[in-house]
Antibody, heavy 119, light 108 residues
């Protein structure tokens, strides 16, 4: 069974930093690109970032460009999201999600980890 | 950036009835469109990709259609477990991958 388990969320002050982790199991992690997608409380889905299977290429939403960094460690079957200069509007559940093998759609998704940015 | 617009925002349907959800793209996305279902407190689940291909394990009562800028998700006979929020997502021209704002299907 494919599983994605996020961790690292919590309460952080504006301007602070947080590192999210996602551990993958049930599939060959190194052969899939990965995404982070977030959902603010009561709101819709917002794609945040993408990384290719080797980590050589990354993309970011404009809203996080320059503040967030996606990375992966294929030896540890792990995906990361380093979040710096956090703002109140970054408050959301952050989902780790696998890119489809063909590319484009997202499946499956982890259960999410909640990040709250507040003083 | 391609903007995805879903309608209606909320759809009230009785169990057993048909539900039709719409998704419009601000420019053509060909058939590079996916639909997701999200229940309260849960992660989204892939229903449809390629505009009309059901994902593994998705019941046949879910069907997708459309191409270009206009897409439809149809649930032929709503079951109690289908009451949820549904999102469309385009992957024709990205980054960024963009989602619609969602349609909530509620019990009438």
């Amino acid at each position: 069974e494919v599983q994605l388990v996020e961790s690292g969320g919590g309460l952080v002050q504006p301007g602070g930093s947080l590192r999210l982790s996602c551990v993958a199991s049930g599939f060959t992690f190194s052969t899939y690109s990965m995404n982070w997608v977030r959902q603010a409380p009561g709101k819709g889905l917002e794609w945040v970032s993408y990384i290719t299977l080797s980590g050589s290429t990354t993309y970011y939403a404009d809203s996080v460009q320059g503040r967030f960094t996606i990375s992966r460690d294929n030896a540890k079957n792990s995906l990361y999201l380093q979040m710096n200069s956090l703002r109140a509007e970054d408050t959301a559940v952050y989902y780790c999600a696998r890119e489809s093998y063909v590319g484009g759609w997202i499946d499956p998704w982890g259960q999410g980890t909640l990040v709250i940015v507040s003083s | 950036e391609i903007v995805m617009t879903q309608s209606p925002a909320t759809l009230s349907v009785s169990p057993g009835e048909r539900a039709t959800l719409s998704c419009r793209a601000s420019q053509s996305v060909s058939r590079n469109l996916a639909w997701y279902q999200q229940k309260p407190g849960q992660a989204p689940r892939l229903l449809i990709y390629g505009a009309s291909t059901r994902a593994t394990g998705i019941p046949a009562r879910f069907s997708g259609s459309g191409s270009g800028t206009e897409f439809t998700l149809t649930i032929s006979s709503l079951q109690s477990e289908d009451f949820a929020v549904y999102y469309c997502q385009q992957y024709n021209n990205w980054p960024p991958k963009t989602f619609g704002q969602g349609t909530k299907v509620e019990i009438k």
